[in-house]
């Protein structure tokens, strides 16, 4: 005490069991931080994998969808798969088992090679110039004006109509007699093919229809992809001074991979199920030389009411869209592990 009778307040933190050192709060603090401790005061809380409410929104939602799913895609692929080890043309029971002797005459059949070569030549014009073509016009398409939107809208019609109606539209202009190309030849001068008639130019005129079809729809998806990199950074690289063809190699086409990866799936699994355009342009002819895989299934499989033969195409084309995904899939990860 002092001379007042005042008890003296000694200086310097408390000692006692109720304090801690400061090294030991730090550690505590770093622990809670981590998420290994639960901050003193506070009762933990079990974390829910979904709340209530989500829980109802699944059950009312997922049994409706999961049943057409089932019933569509599940039980028709079944079915499929069932009938390629039978010879069965769909009317009566399924008892003359074949084992894989549909698969058999399938890879042996003299048409199925130019049907395969026809796809794989869709997924190259996709890939090499459709794609390009529809990236080119993103790039030049990508700002916002009342002009460029109406030459979005132009470019995005073909897309918007419907395959069959496509094909008939440019039976009509390749048509030889009454078509529209043999009238751009006779003012030119020139004397145009019977286009759908001849081996030779049947494949370049349905590449030419597809391209028409569908460089639209990626072209939608990359301008979406343009625009919502930051101009931020495209401003900054212009100000660094940036070429505009710099900027397009080095900034924009990195920035929208996830984009040019969606519309590559896309590009690929869509020729390999080609088929919509193909009916009413050309029916697979001349002698079955445009045939792709599904309309060589439709033509030779269900219109022969030859079903387990139809079954085995159905499968294989199953079996090379998935080793496609899975492969796609595995390419993806490396890149993105390097």
């Known amino acids: 005490m002092d001379l ?12 006692g069991p109720a304090t801690a050192s400061p090294r030991k709060e730090d550690e505590q603090m770093a622990s809670v931080a981590a998420g290994t401790e639960t901050a003193p005061g506070i009762v933990p809380r079990h974390r829910r ?25 599940v039980l028709p692929m079944i079915d499929a798969a069932t009938f ?12 003359d088992f074949v084992g894989f002797k549909n698969y058999d005459d399938v890879l042996t059949h003299r048409n199925f090679g130019t049907a395969v070569r026809n796809s794989l030549i869709v997924v190259a014009v996709s890939l090499l110039i459709q794609l390009p073509l529809a990236m080119w016009c993103a790039i030049a398409l990508s700002e916002r004006s009342v002009n460029i939107n109406v030459l979005r809208t132009i470019f995005f019609l073909p897309f918007m109509l419907a ?15 009454y078509g529209l190309l ?88 869509g020729a390999l199920q080609l088929f919509d355009i193909i009916i009413p342009l050309t029916n697979g002819g001349p002698s079955h030389t445009s045939h792709t895989i599904v309309t060589f299934l439709y033509q030779f499989g269900i219109l022969r009411m030859k079903l387990g033969f139809g079954g085995a195409v159905s499968v294989l084309l199953f079996i090379a869209c998935v080793v496609v995904a899975l492969a796609y899939r595995r390419v993806l990860f490396r890149v993105e592990q390097t």
Request: hydrophobic content about 55%.
């Open 4 to 15: 007042a009778g005042t008890p003296l307040i000694a200086s310097g933190p408390p000692v």
């Open 49 to 73: 994998f979904m709340e209530r409410k989500s829980w109802i929104a699944l059950l009312i939602f997922l049994p409706p969808s999961l049943i057409l799913f089932t019933v569509f895609v």
């Open 84 to 95: 390629s080890f039978f010879n069965w043309n769909g009317y009566g029971p399924i008892t």
């Open 163 to 177: 395959e069959v109606a496509a094909g008939l539209i440019w039976k009509f202009v390749y048509d030889g007699n």
């Open 182 to 269: 043999p009238i751009i030849g006779d003012t030119i001068g020139v004397e145009m093919p019977f286009v759908l008639a001849d081996k030779f130019w049947v494949i370049p005129a349905i590449m030419l229809v597809i391209t028409w079809k569908y460089f639209g729809f990626h072209m939608m998806i990359f301008i979406a992809g343009l625009q919502s990199i930051p101009s931020e950074v495209v401003e900054a690289a212009r100000l660094d001074g940036v070429k505009k063809w710099q900027i397009v190699r080095h900034i924009k086409i990195p920035m929208i991979r996830s984009a040019i990866v969606i519309s590559v799936f896309f590009a690929i699994t």
